[in-house]
């Protein structure tokens, strides 16, 4: 079943279009990886999902309602931030009773385990919280709630590596265990793409990419060679990156290699390497020429 329905979704800010006639489908109980650059318009579709802001034209359907003024749909799903509010009387504690209220799912054994795990003390204030423990709490609401549609922009904003790891680890066993639709935003691709099934990428508020992660691996391929060698095996064929190299030179290369081609290439002493689907994604949105020693260089 169809979770989410974008056709043609537009969402303009002033002149500025965050959102351009982006469409992407997204089925049930699937965790989804959301990437793209900065300012290339994933905070602006997740918040058009959840329902907090209203699209300036095109077709967004969440569990096939427009999710603007959804009662339906804000009862059903959590979109969770770094700008989370909550009362500034209440303290953590009640904070998740008011939460188990108001989610029919809501797990308060589990919320409760977690909080002792993460040393959360009871009588504490949301806004006595570190950065970094101010991101775990939110992902304690996130993950307790058990909505269908989960939506996490940056969780782990502030947290340290080790917290980073619990909070991926619980996210997955939860999932496995109550499995549900979540979408994750996130800059740190490597650190995530074990979790994922799909990877949407947004480049200028549009669909660039949207594909199963395990294909993405196989998408592109990495050579490396003399220069000679490199401009014979690339020739005709979609160079996504290249850089000069001591040895000569590399390139990214969208692989319609077939595995006869692969075996030449590796008897003509080009080194083949597989790449990885964060580097892959940030070599296909670079809008730079060169890169940032460039801007050094011309001083
Ligand atoms: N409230 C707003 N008013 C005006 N422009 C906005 C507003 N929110 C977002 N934008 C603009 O819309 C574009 C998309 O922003 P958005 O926050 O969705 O990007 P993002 O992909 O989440 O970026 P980041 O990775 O930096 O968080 C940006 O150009 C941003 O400046």
Redesign the pocket.
């Known amino acids: 079943m169809k979770v989410i329905e974008c056709k043609n979704l537009t969402?303009t800010?002033?002149r500025?279009k965050?959102?351009d006639q982006l469409s992407v489908t997204i089925e049930e109980n699937k965790i989804t990886g959301l990437v793209?650059?900065?300012?290339?318009?994933?905070?602006?579709?997740l918040?058009i999902l959840a329902g907090f802001w209203r699209e300036s034209s095109g077709e967004v359907n969440v569990f096939s309602r427009r999710p603007f003024d959804s009662l339906f749909v804000s009862a059903n799903t959590i979109f969770v931030d770094d700008q989370m509010n909550f009362p500034t009387a209440l303290t953590l504690k009640e904070i998740l009773e008011q939460a188990d209220q108001f989610y029919e799912n809501w797990d308060m054994e589990l919320a409760e385990r977690l909080f002792d795990y993460f040393s959360f003390r009871p009588g504490q204030n949301y806004s006595s919280l570190s950065k970094g423990k101010e991101s775990t709490f939110n992902m304690i609401i996130g993950l307790c709630s058990r909505c269908a549609l989960t939506m996490l922009?940056?969780p782990t904003t502030g947290m340290d590596a080790a917290v980073r790891r619990d909070f991926y680890r619980a996210l997955l066993k939860d999932y496995l265990a109550h499995p549900r639709s979540i979408i994750i935003?996130s800059?740190h691709l490597d650190e995530i793409e074990e979790l994922l099934e799909d990877l949407l990428l947004?480049e200028d508020?549009q669909n660039y990419l949207h594909m199963p992660v395990e294909e993405l691996k196989e998408y592109a391929v990495g050579l490396s060679g003399s220069p000679e060698e490199m401009t014979k095996w690339t020739r005709g064929k979609e160079v996504i990156y290249s850089k000069r190299t001591d040895a000569g030179m590399y390139a990214v290369v969208k692989n319609d290699f077939s595995d006869h081609e692969l075996e030449r290439m590796t008897l003509a002493a080009i080194n083949v390497s597989t790449v990885s689907p964060g580097d892959l994604c940030v070599y296909l949105t670079e809008r730079t020429k060169g890169g940032i020693d460039d801007v050094f260089d011309k001083a």
Do not use: C, F, V, Y
Not at 36 to 45: D, F, P, V, W, Y
């Open positions: 969402k800010h002033g500025h965050a959102l793209g650059r900065n300012g290339a318009g994933k905070t602006t579709l918040k922009d940056e935003s800059h947004i508020g």
